[in-house]
T-cell receptor
Framework: KNEVEQSPQNLTAQEGEFITINCSYS?????LHWLQQHPGGGIVSLFM???GKKKHGRLIATINIQEKHSSLHITASHPRDSAVYIC?????????????FGTGTLLAVQP | NAGVTQTPKFQVLKTGQSMTLQCAQD?????MSWYRQDPGMGLRLIHY???????DQGEVPNGYNVSRSTTEDFPLRLLSAAPSQTSVYFC???????????????FGPGTRLTVL
């Protein structure tokens, strides 16, 4: 059983829509990452969170440690946002490099 | 900086053959990792290293070997390829973490491996 769950698995949106992707995990963590994987396959790190909220351009990531839940929001979505968004966590007590990944959310933004 | 580079980009092997996937980074990162990505599954950690001369196993280490003789390079060896090793392989690096936090991961472009 994957200890990191993402929802939805697939998401189709119209350009300009506000998008939310969710990530939940089973036990305490020390850090959570959001990553973006483009159709060409390259993976880019978007955010690393341990608490609160971070914003970069049109992307906002939040985390609620008590509820073991994080969200990635995209405001004013654009077709170039189409990608797979991946959540990854480092569990408490885990070795530094040991990230556990969700299976990803495939986002398609239509013009 | 070139970042994290991987070679080859594509490879086809026959069952039983051996090969080495190359990974190099020019950011002087201490931490390096190898992951495999399979359809419907999250990235899974194969092996990782926290510095030159130090390696450890991840979730799915069987059939793979690694070594880290320099900070820059972290090759992944397939000893005797099997069809179950058909996958996309990613190498990643990051700086040494401070305390309990994990620093930003930088990924290579991936190697798509097919074992017939």
């Amino acid at each position: 059983k994957n200890e990191v769950e993402q929802s939805p698995q697939n998401l189709t949106a119209q350009e300009g829509e506000f998008i939310t992707i969710n990530c939940s995990y089973s036990v305490g963590i020390s850090a959570l990452h959001w990553l973006q994987q483009h159709p060409g396959g390259g993976i880019v790190s978007l955010f690393m969170l341990s608490s609160g909220k971070k914003k970069h351009g049109r992307l906002i990531a939040t985390i609620n440690i008590q509820e073991k839940h994080s969200s990635l929001h995209i405001t004013a979505s654009h077709p170039r946002d189409s990608a797979v968004y991946i959540c990854a966590v480092r569990f408490y007590g885990g070795a530094t490099n040991k990230l556990i990944f969700g299976t990803g959310t495939l986002l398609a933004v239509q013009p | 900086n070139a970042g994290v580079t991987q070679t080859p980009k594509f490879q086809v092997l026959k069952t039983g053959q051996s090969m080495t996937l190359q990974c190099a980074q020019d950011m002087n990162h201490e931490y390096m990792s190898w992951y495999r990505q399979d359809p419907g599954m999250g990235l899974r950690l194969i092996h990782y290293s926290v510095g030159a001369g130090i390696t450890d196993q991840g979730e799915v280490p069987n059939g793979y070997n690694v070594s880290r003789s320099t900070t820059e390079d972290f090759p992944l060896r397939l000893l005797s390829a099997a069809p179950s090793q058909t996958s996309v392989y990613f190498c990643a690096s990051s700086r040494r973490s401070v305390g309990i936090y994990t620093d930003t991961q930088y990924f290579g472009p991936g190697t798509r491996l097919t074992v017939l």
